[in-house]
């Protein structure tokens, strides 16, 4: 297996590319915590899941948009498991699509803290802790085309998920490497929520694999971000959409 003996992280794990990433990681061998927001019942599932096959694993609830919950996330698995090797920065989300015109100061904050700020914390404090190893943050295509519609906000923070990226590999570059995702269409709860059908099926059409992307996709490009099969890969933001965008 390819991570025996490490520890992982996954935020937003309860659920979709998270739960998939927790599963994957499991499976090759990581001990893995588990963050949930509201996810609770999956994210336990996955837990007793993993540790029926004889993994380690525990969930926790936290909003790590706070001080508090990243750190009861990062301070009970350094007592559970004795340190940090692989980070993944699955939270976040759209929340509402809004335009610009339509759009509150409020809505604006929101966004930005639930998917750039939660990553800066959980970064900056795992870093006492991951002395070497990889972290692995989820993008997004929006990143680089701007999104659908009332996705401005979305868009912009995953950009800068994209941009915090490139400058982490630099600065905590040899020993800890950071790459993004930059998943296209996958069939998640995001799209369940927030976009319509007929927009699933065009962009299915218009796909060069003709399907839209499923999380155990992303989770087996996580882990080969995660793993040392990608030694010599950092301040990539990979693209995984079908062949819907080439950049």
């Keep these: 297996m390819k991570l025996t003996g490490k520890t992982a992280i996954v935020t ?3 659920r979709d590319i998270g739960l998939a990433c927790a599963r994957k990681l499991a499976a090759e061998g990581a001990n893995v915590a588990i963050n949930y927001f509201a996810s609770g019942d999956s994210a336990d599932a996955a837990v007793q899941e993993i540790r029926s096959a004889g993994g380690t694993a525990f969930a926790l609830q936290g909003d790590l948009r706070t001080q508090e919950g990243v750190d009861a996330l990062v301070d009970r698995t350094v007592k559970e498991f004795g340190g940090i090797d692989i980070l993944v920065n699955n939270a976040g989300g759209i929340i509402a699509r809004k335009t610009i015109a339509e759009m509150s100061l409020d809505h604006w904050r929101a966004v930005m803290e639930l998917n750039l700020t939660s990553t800066f914390l959980m970064v900056k404090a795992c870093l006492p802790h991951l002395k070497t190893g990889a972290i692995v ?3 997004s295509q929006a990143g680089r085309d701007g999104g659908g519609g009332g996705s401005v906000a979305y868009a912009s923070s995953k950009g800068a998920v994209m941009t915090m990226t490139r400058g982490l590999a630099k600065e905590l570059g040899p020993n800890i490497r950071v790459n993004a995702l ?5 069939d998640t709860d995001f799209h369940n929520l927030h976009t319509r059908d007929e ?4 962009v299915e059409a218009a796909t060069p694999l ?3 992307g499923t999380p155990e996709d992303c989770a087996n490009l996580v882990l080969f971000l ?3 099969d990608s030694a010599f890969i950092t301040g990539a933001n990979v693209d995984i959409n079908g062949g819907m965008l080439f950049s």
């Design 12 to 14: 937003g794990g309860g």
């Design 137 to 139: 943050n989820i993008a």
């Design 226 to 228: 995660a793993c040392d």
């Design 210 to 212: 003709k399907r839209q």
């Design 199 to 202: 927009v699933r099926r065009t």
């Design 182 to 186: 930059c998943p296209g269409m996958i």
